[in-house]
């Protein structure tokens, strides 16, 4: 018995040495899928998804090298930071229009950020009979072609005798800028726990304290987003400010329309360079405040 339980022990022992000396590990069906995904060195997926980014970002790239070309035709002729010398030192016209923009963007952006969380709260909060037509009318300017909204914007200012400029401008970003900061404040406020509303008045928190001490901080992560979101959307739009600019008030995107009438300029090329690298180091920098806003 003694003899028959050591032959036993004898070969499980150099059953377990040899196989780990083989490397084999049992074979399941995850171990099977993970041979096999390691075999497959290229999938058809990650072709797709490394051709979408090769198309989206092949413009930008086609960009930032003729930002550095010392010729101003479309032939490479040579490195050169000409076009960005040009840029800092002699287009004062063109920086007074990125200003404009940058003015009408945080502004527009600012006043929409009230309005629209102030809108936002009060239809979540508040039950009266035409809410449901609010909140529809609300979203009429994303939903609107643009080309409609400012023709609408334009008929509107000269009926009552509104002289077009940089007033104007603000007004109309403020219009299309509402909808999106109100959806987004609604989409958190469909999240919200009314509970603690509920546990601020036990504790004797009137509405004013519950505004600005409970249910703002709760939704300033929508309130960011929507803020971030209009100033971006104010930036690049043209159309509706194609429509509501005066004289002497165009924005960089009005600016750049009118240059490129005469041909594309490499300044412009300079320009798009040094917002791409103000963007990233922007949200880079914002990063962290972001990722702390969103985890209250």
């Not at 413009?59 to 930032?64: A, D, G, N, S």
């Not at 009266?128 to 914007?153: C, D, H, K």
């Not at 958190?188 to 505004?211: H, K, M, P, V």
Request: with cysteine; charged share 10%; hydrophobic share 55%.
């Amino acid at each position: 018995m003694i003899k028959l339980i050591s032959n036993a022990s004898f070969k499980t022992v150099v059953r377990a040495v040899i196989t780990n000396l083989r490397g084999n590990k049992p074979s399941t069906e995850a171990n099977r899928h993970a041979r096999r995904a390691a075999h497959r060195q290229v999938s058809s997926s990650q072709t797709i998804f490394a051709l979408t980014i090769f198309f989206l970002f092949m413009p930008l790239f086609v960009l930032v090298l003729y930002s550095f070309n010392s010729s101003k035709g479309m032939h490479f002729a040579g490195f050169s930071l000409v076009w960005y010398k040009e840029l800092f030192f002699r287009s004062d016209s063109l920086w007074r229009a990125f200003g404009n923009s940058a003015i009408i963007a945080l502004s527009s952006a600012a006043t929409a950020t009230v309005l629209g969380t102030l809108g936002a709260i009060g239809v979540n909060w508040h039950r009266f009979r035409v809410r449901s037509y609010a909140q529809t009318i609300s979203f009429l300017p994303m939903v609107l072609p643009e080309i409609i909204i400012g023709v609408s914007l334009q008929i509107f200012f000269a009926a009552l005798g509104i002289r077009l400029g940089l007033f104007t401008i603000f007004i109309a970003h403020t219009t299309f800028n509402l909808p999106f900061v109100f959806l987004m404040v609604m989409a958190r406020l469909d999240e919200f726990d009314f509970s603690i509303i509920e546990a601020a008045r036990d504790l004797g928190a009137n509405e004013t304290q519950i505004l600005f001490k409970v249910t703002i901080p709760i939704c300033m992560p929508g309130i960011v987003s929507g803020f971030l979101t209009a100033i971006t959307i104010s930036l690049e739009d043209f159309v509706i400010t194609f429509f509501v600019a005066g004289p002497g008030s165009s924005t960089l995107p009005v600016f750049i329309s009118s240059a490129i009438r005469f041909g594309i300029s490499p300044v412009i090329n300079a320009l798009s360079v040094v917002m791409i690298l103000g963007t990233v180091l922007l949200t880079y920098l914002l990063r962290n405040f972001l990722k702390y806003i969103a985890a209250k």
